[in-house]
């Protein structure tokens, strides 16, 4: 991939899609640096990896009044953990995609007289950063079940974990339920597909992130699987998914 120049990144917490509502968003991570100097160093400092941390901030322009905007969003999760992705390029299925759990510890809104009201915000790793690819893109409304496009993200060995987030943006409809589940299988045409991953269902706006045992996983084709319910029922929703 080119350079790029930020002009279409893609931004959602929980169950909002705050891409429209921001100017701004940063990703980064670090591994704490731990001193394990010895005599034996020869006069010069050893160091080593500790515990690692991640942190998504962002700013934007301040909305209100349903829960798919930023300071609806913003409040209610003030505090709370959940996914947080984010995409340097899009969201269409394939393209990059950074993800992870995440405590939301920072609110902020309201600025100077005059201007246009701001709000910005953070929210710090309880789960691993991963990076990953979108499978599921926000902007096709989903009215009936089916599969995405396989991707070959390759073995999970013993150690990794398959993660994966799902952001359901919204729900339309009679009674809707949406069930989603991540399947894998060692072909492309996923003739014996293997449920890895199975999000609790979801009715209303919301967003969950899994992670697999730890185990190996030796297949190396992964997709995602939604059933849908409901009378008149659709939904927008994003999934991301990727190997750590």
């Not at 429209?20 to 394990?36: F, I, T």
């Not at 301040?62 to 209610?76: F, I, K, L, Q």
């Not at 299988?185 to 293997?194: E, N, P, V, Y």
């Not at 706006?205 to 997709?223: M, P, V, Y």
Request: charged share 15%; aromatic share 10%.
């Amino acid at each position: 991939m080119a350079f790029l120049t930020l002009t279409n990144v893609r931004l959602f917490t929980v169950g909002c899609d705050l891409t429209g509502a921001s100017n701004k968003a940063e990703l980064s991570a670090e591994v704490e640096e731990k001193d394990r100097t010895t005599y034996g160093s020869q006069g010069w400092k050893e160091v080593m990896g500790g515990l690692g941390s991640a942190e998504i901030s962002a700013e934007g322009f301040w909305e209100a009044g349903d829960p798919s905007r930023v300071d609806d969003a913003s409040w209610a999760q003030l505090g709370g953990s959940g996914p947080w992705s984010i995409g340097p390029v899009g969201a269409s299925v394939g393209d990059p995609a950074y993800f992870l759990g995440a405590l939301r510890t920072e609110y902020g809104a309201m600025g100077t007289v005059g201007d246009v009201a701001p709000w910005k915000g953070k929210a710090v790793s309880t789960w691993p950063l991963v990076r990953g690819q979108w499978a599921h893109n926000p902007a096709t409304a989903r009215t009936s079940s089916g599969t995405g496009p396989g991707a070959n993200l390759g073995p999970v060995a013993a150690g990794q974990r398959l993660y994966a987030s799902l952001h359901v943006l919204s729900a339309a409809g009679t009674t809707p339920t949406l069930d989603v589940a991540i399947e894998s299988d060692d072909a492309a045409g996923f003739a014996s597909a293997t449920t890895q991953l199975t999000f609790t269902q979801a009715t209303t706006i919301s967003g969950q992130i899994l992670r697999s045992s730890g185990g190996a996983i030796t297949d190396t084709w992964f997709r995602p699987k939604w059933t849908i319910t409901g009378t008149s029922p659709s939904f927008l929703f994003a999934i991301a998914y990727g190997i750590r």
